[in-house]
């Protein structure tokens, strides 16, 4: 039998999105603390559209941000993956790897754990020469995920998709190169 994820760590497993995950994800895009380095929370509807692109984007690529799920208790946690983004910073296209995890996640390492096994993937199945991150630069937690993954910081920008003057609109990308894992 096939496995559904397409990554497992030593506690999690990445995979595709499915359709009954929408509830627990609308419950962390719609929570204020994860949403807090975002210019606001999702509707339930922006929840679904978010699915559906995660759906797309991995039937034509390979990809995605992947819904994780714990392996021992066989729980959607929130995602960690890989996008294609195209918005202007100065370096796009570019691939993107980025996290969301519900707030009983937090603080067990799985944003790194999930992270590291995507740059693994990114670079030795995908063979993509580089990832990027992206963070407000308020955001020092996910600024820190990045560090402890190995990415470097590369540029700072203005967020083209954050209105101007909002506290969010200021952005840290972070890089790290395929001969850099």
Same mark, same amino acid.
Do not use: P
């Given at each position: 039998m096939m496995s559904k994820y397409? /990554? +497992?760590? #030593?506690? !999690? @497993? !990445?995979? =595709?999105? %499915? *359709? *009954? *995950?929408?509830? !627990?994800a609308h419950a962390m895009n719609s929570d204020e603390n994860v949403m807090k380095f975002f210019p606001q929370v999702w509707s339930m509807q922006q929840t679904k559209n978010f699915i559906s692109g995660? %759906? /797309?984007? &991995? #039937?034509? $690529?390979?990809?995605? $941000?992947?819904?994780? *799920?714990?392996?021992? +208790? =066989?729980? &959607? /946690? @929130?995602?960690? @993956?890989l996008m294609h983004q195209t918005y202007a910073t100065g370096f796009d296209p570019f691939i993107d790897i980025g996290w969301r995890l519900l707030p009983e996640a937090w603080g067990h390492g799985f944003a790194t754990e999930g992270a590291t096994a995507c740059l693994d993937f990114a670079f030795s199945e995908l063979n993509l020469p580089e990832i990027y991150a992206i963070a407000p630069e308020l955001n020092k937690k996910s600024q820190r995920v990045? %560090? #402890? /993954?190995g990415m470097r910081e590369y540029t700072h920008f203005e967020h083209p998709k954050i209105e101007e003057n909002h506290p969010l609109r200021n952005c840290v990308a972070y890089r790290i190169e395929a001969n850099q894992l």
């Open positions: 397409v /990554i +497992t760590t #030593k506690r !999690l @497993g !990445l995979r =595709n999105w %499915q *359709d *009954d *995950d929408l509830s !627990l995660m %759906q /797309i984007h &991995f #039937k034509r $690529y390979g990809f995605s $941000y992947f819904a994780v *799920d714990r392996l021992d +208790t =066989n729980t &959607f /946690i @929130g995602f960690v @993956g990045m %560090q #402890k /993954i």
